[in-house]
């Protein structure tokens, strides 16, 4: 794994390229709405690979790997809790496989579903199910930690201790956010921001919002408080709702890399794409 040190220097070298989205592409792939996703990949793994590939091909240089939930928390539901090390330690493999020349990020998500409150009982609970993946991630030669779709600053606080338990090397940070630059919990995202930057955070930022008029202006405030690496991963401007239930984003490549275009000025450093993107998304990103 990277330090955070050898991460940076990566970025220095001109490594800014993420990837987009999984989950929507997988479900287009014959994936079922409201599976486990891990396992469903462990048993189907030609789409994530196909898919990963393409990214790769498209410009990509930091790949996801498809671990957004593999927390034993959320596998308990489907009786995989006990195999937490080695799906997480699969799934990054399957990854590099897919994109031997990318660096690989393990992808750890929120687990406020799971927590009635924020006490001290519920940041242990954290903890717990962050270092069991961590240390997956880590078995499975992963480069850097991504906690992304953050709702809530306690959880990149518990992913921070968990990844410094476990040992771990560099780790970004990545929340949910409104338009105005607040977290969902209503909390400032610029402060939370910084005080993971000051904790040695090797990047920062936000992604699953909309690319729209308003994204330009949250990468200038973010970037007012920050000086590391800033993540903007957003979604295909703003999603409708099938008559599946499933959201459909009508934002083309074109749209997109306009607005990145302006983030990127604005001083984002790590550019990628979300919900509704694909790997077209991510070659119109690197052209700019």
């Known amino acids: 794994m990277l330090t955070r040190e050898q991460f940076l220097q990566k970025i220095e070298e001109g490594v800014r390229i993420l990837d987009g989205a999984t989950g929507s ?8 709405k409201g599976c486990c996703a891990e396992e469903w990949i462990l048993a189907n793994p030609e789409p994530l690979v196909a898919l990963q590939r393409a990214y790769a091909e498209a410009g990509s240089q930091i790949i996801y790997a498809p671990t957004f939930q593999a927390q034993p928390i959320a596998l308990k539901a489907v009786g995989l809790d006990a195999q937490t090390e080695q799906i997480n330690e699969a799934l990054v493999a399957l990854s590099r496989s897919a994109a031997p020349g990318c660096l690989i990020a393990g992808d750890i998500t929120t687990l406020a579903t799971f927590c009635d409150s924020w006490d001290a009982e519920s940041f242990d609970l954290l903890v717990e199910n962050y270092r069991r993946q ?7 030669g992963v480069d850097v930690l991504i906690g992304e779709t953050l709702l809530y600053q306690q959880e990149a606080e518990a992913i ?20 105005d630059g607040s977290l969902l919990s209503g909390a400032d995202a610029a402060m939370a921001l910084k005080s993971l930057e000051d904790s040695g955070a090797a990047a920062v930022g936000f992604n699953c919002v909309a690319a729209d008029m308003m994204t330009p202006y949250l990468v200038t405030r973010l970037r007012r408080s920050v000086k590391i690496p800033l993540i903007c991963k957003p979604n295909a401007g703003v999603p ?8 459909v984003y009508s934002q083309t490549p074109a749209e997109f890399a306009a607005v990145m275009k302006q983030c990127k000025e604005n001083g984002a450093t790590l550019l990628g794409g979300c919900c509704g993107t694909a790997p077209e998304y991510i070659a119109a990103l690197h052209s700019l």
């Open 134 to 140: 961590i240390r997956g991630l880590i078995d499975g």
């Open 240 to 247: 409708t709702i099938g008559d599946d239930g499933i959201a």
């Open 160 to 179: 921070l201790c968990a990844a410094e338990l476990e040992g771990a090397g560099a780790a970004m940070y990545s929340f949910t956010m409104q338009p």
């Open 25 to 32: 592409n997988l479900r287009n792939a014959g994936m079922p």
